[in-house]
């Protein structure tokens, strides 16, 4: 049984190279990547065999082990895989729950992920082969390895079955896989400010240390661990990676059974009472836009994915510039107005994110104007509520008053310039974008030219409109205070301007390409 099941999988592999001519040259290109990336490991871990410190080499393979057990757990979780083996496809088939357990685990090793961990392994043996013993001991250690990454995957793929198997699932662990990546930049950034030939060696001891005897990196010490003479430790380590080898096995048994007599969950229908927004805002054109687009914002994952990630943004932003050793006080400005940048650029493409429903603002007649000030509405409410209470919570941390008009111009002009400039490029230039229904992290068809030109006049716009606010406020902070009081000036003046220029132009532009617009609609 176990020799079908290696050969459904290797038909699976098969498979993939009978799609289109560009798809198989992506995934041949992505297949040579991985392999050579997984030789050239090898190549490096076989050139640390002559290395005398191994000490040192034993901590860096031991974080590095570390880190590959934890992406083997975090990818298939977080981010979901399209898990062609899942033991609920085989439940029919009246197998024993640990022989298709077995079956599955032994189908796992081959495939491009598992080639690429063999050959990296296969490299560790070649590092520590220094000695009968510890060649021996690195050759349990790298199947202890290779054994614990692969159910590592299992587990973590089979629960994520289970979890995210309904649309909104898979966008929430979507968007938890995006914030950790981003919330890891920091922590690279600031270990690359490290001055590792000082400090750097006892804090890689440290952690290497810590990390020996946990089940994510006890399998990569203990031929380190022998090769350095410590036989007691390396022993104590290959029993915790055995035992961790086995606890998986056994999870994944449970698992396996319990996926088998589990059906596939269902999104819950939701029951909705009332007009909700519709019946709260005002009747007419600019009321009705109003109340959608207030809904999109609260149901579509494509905008509250994109409104989730703004307050994130500024995080990798203060961290460099904080590491990088700017006083705490011009970090302290950096947040507000970055995220009003932000809520005014979100606007530039929202036409596009109708779809073919825009066929029912030109059927209808709905005027321009009354199309982009409904558009507005719930941008400008959420960005009123970040400039008040933002700037009011910055000036009370910072301690100093004074800034608080700077902060208010700055952050309106820019809040509210990105929205007028915003009103004319989503209706003069909507480019596609993800449609409604679909994962908000997959990458639509378009011309990129014309995405990037939108995006990039949109938020270049939007700064020079704000930079005499901006210059203002530098002038305020470095010379005389009484130059915040004209970045207000300026930052809301000119905002204004350009936001009631952009509602008429864009209104206009709406109104005579209303038909290129529903056609774009339909093409995308």
Not at 80 to 106: Q, S
Request: charged residues 10%.
């Amino acid at each position: 049984m176990v020799a079908q099941f290696l050969r459904l999988k290797l038909r699976l592999l098969r498979n993939i190279f009978r799609r289109s001519a560009w798809q198989v040259v992506g995934v041949t290109v992505g297949l040579v990547y991985g392999l050579g990336a997984a030789i050239v490991v090898f190549l490096l871990l076989s050139g640390l065999r002559g290395s005398d410190d191994v000490a040192l080499v034993r901590d860096v393979l031991v974080v590095a082990g570390s880190a590959v057990v934890v992406g083997f757990l975090l990818v298939p979780l977080v981010f979901g895989v399209d898990d062609t083996m899942d033991p609920r496809r085989f439940a029919l088939f009246g197998l024993p729950d640990r022989a298709l357990a077995l079956g599955l685990a032994i189908a796992a090793t081959v495939g491009v992920p598992a080639f690429a961990l063999a050959i990296a392994l296969l490299g560790t043996v070649v590092t520590w082969s220094r000695g009968i013993p510890e060649t021996l001991l690195a050759i349990i250690a790298a199947a202890l390895a290779f054994a614990t990454c692969l159910l590592a995957a299992r587990l973590t793929a089979g629960l994520g079955g289970l979890l995210l198997e309904t649309r909104r699932a898979r966008e929430v662990g979507g968007v938890i896989g995006v914030l950790l990546v981003v919330m890891a930049a920091p922590v690279v950034v600031a270990l690359a400010t490290v001055d590792w030939a000082s400090s750097g060696r006892s804090a890689l001891a440290a952690i290497g240390g810590i990390l020996s005897w946990t089940p994510l990196g006890a399998a990569f010490a203990v031929p380190g661990d022998a090769a350095a003479g410590e036989w007691g430790p390396a022993i104590l380590k290959l029993v915790i990676a055995a035992a961790t080898v086995w606890l998986a096995w056994r999870a994944w048994e449970r698992l396996v059974a319990h996926m088998l007599v589990t059906p596939g969950r269902e999104a819950a229908p939701r029951s909705y009472h009332g007009l909700g927004w519709f019946g709260r805002m005002p009747h007419g054109a600019t009321g009705a836009i109003a109340a959608r687009s207030i809904t999109y914002w609260f149901r579509d994952a494509r905008y509250w994915v994109a409104l989730v990630m703004v307050p994130v943004t500024p995080l990798l932003v203060i961290v460099p510039l904080a590491i990088a050793g700017v006083p705490a006080t011009y970090l302290g400005l950096i947040p507000v107005p970055l995220i009003c940048l932000l809520l005014g650029w979100s606007l530039h493409n929202d036409t596009a994110y109708d779809s073919t429903a825009v066929w029912l603002h030109v059927a209808s007649g709905v005027r321009g104007v009354a199309d982009r000030i409904g558009r507005l509405v719930p941008v400008l409410v959420s960005g009123v509520l970040v400039i008040g209470l933002g700037s009011a919570v910055t000036v009370f941390v910072i301690n100093d008053w004074r800034l608080l008009p700077s902060l208010l111009g700055v952050s309106t002009a820019l809040l509210l310039a990105g929205l007028g400039i915003g009103s004319i490029t989503s209706a003069a230039l909507p480019y596609p974008v993800v449609k409604p229904g679909d994962s908000p992290f997959q990458q639509p068809q378009s011309s990129g030219t014309v995405t990037a030109l939108v995006q990039s006049v949109t938020m270049l716009g939007t700064v020079l409109v704000a930079a005499p606010a901006i210059v203002f406020a530098g002038l305020g902070i470095f010379l005389d205070p009484a130059w915040h009081a004209a970045s207000l000036a300026s930052g809301v003046g000119l905002g204004l301007i350009v936001l009631v220029l952009g509602v008429l132009v864009g209104g206009r532009v709406f109104n005579r390409r209303a038909p290129e617009i529903l056609q774009a609609a339909v093409r995308a």
